[in-house]
């Protein structure tokens, strides 16, 4: 992540895991049910455990192992293979100094995937020049899902301290339409 909680140290390779409503969140909108996704920052397969729970093929891969095995052992960024055929990438990526490496990986999602791309970013990573090849210039942005509630990245922590959001790319908008902003949260 690029901010966390002073008190927290910033995690190897940025292991911080998704709670289960924010996945749901996306899912309400773009729904998974027998699609076959890959998810190439699994973690610990907090996402992943809800993508398959919401009908979904789910394959992972993940730089390093933590406590949960994934299909693959892969850098996504790096490594040369083409990944497994899926019909859509949905991850919590690392971000990186500057988002740069969420920058790199939604560009390696994109061109290893031509369905859904779902990345949960922070909140104002379409506030910059260098990324509006990924957004504004974009034809496969579909638009962007903010998430009105914060994430607890940290057990014991009782809220998160940053916005968030998902991004998400499909195949192609419509001929004139325009990307879309939408509004989720925790069910009430
Ligand atoms: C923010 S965590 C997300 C974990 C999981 N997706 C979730 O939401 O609970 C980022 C994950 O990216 C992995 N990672 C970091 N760099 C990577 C890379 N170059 N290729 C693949 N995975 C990487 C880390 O090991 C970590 O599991």
């Not at 292991?15 to 729904?31: C, D, I, N, S, V």
């Not at 994934?70 to 790096?78: E, L, T």
């Not at 497994?84 to 939604?106: H, L, S």
């Not at 379409?126 to 998430?147: C, Q, S, V």
């Amino acid at each position: 992540m690029t901010v966390v909680p002073s008190r927290f140290p910033i995690r190897q390779n940025e292991l911080y895991e998704t709670e289960p409503w924010a996945t749901k969140a996306l899912l309400r909108h773009f729904p998974v049910a027998g699609m076959r996704i890959w998810e190439p920052a699994a973690g610990n397969h907090m996402m992943a455990d809800v993508l398959r729970d919401h009908g979904a093929t789910v394959f992972t891969s993940d730089i390093a192992v933590y406590t949960r095995e994934h299909d693959r052992i892969a850098d996504f960024i790096r490594g040369l293979d083409a990944g497994p055929p899926c019909d859509g990438i949905v991850t919590n990526p690392p971000y990186g100094k500057g988002n740069r490496e969420a920058v790199r990986f939604i560009e390696r999602a994109l061109a290893a995937c031509d369905g859904l791309v779902a990345m949960l970013l922070t909140a104002k990573f379409d506030f910059g020049k260098t990324r509006l090849h990924l957004t504004r210039d974009n034809p496969r942005f579909l638009g962007r899902i903010a998430l009105v509630d914060r994430i607890q990245w940290f057990p014991g922590a009782t809220t998160g301290t940053e916005d968030h959001a998902w991004f998400v790319w499909g195949a192609g908008r419509p001929a004139g339409a325009r990307p879309i902003l939408l509004y989720e949260g925790k069910p009430a």
